[in-house]
């Protein structure tokens, strides 16, 4: 299995608990690597008061980390 089906299928069973985990991807232009990167950025909305506000959790360049973050909220481990 691919770690991006991998990480939406994370993704599914923490909505089914009721955590509402977005992963956005940025992506740029890496001068050193002369290639296109992509950046995840895994955040949790938080409310506080009439507002609703992201917290971040991971930011990183590897789907690997962000497949593992998943899976450590998903077990409870992490926050």
Known sequence: MNLKRLAYK?????LQQGMKVKINQFQSYSEQNKRMITKYVLTIPIESGNQIKNK?????YSLSEVVQKLAELLRGDGS
């Open 56 to 60: 971040i959790v991971l930011e990183s």
């Open 10 to 14: 994370l993704q599914t069973a923490l």
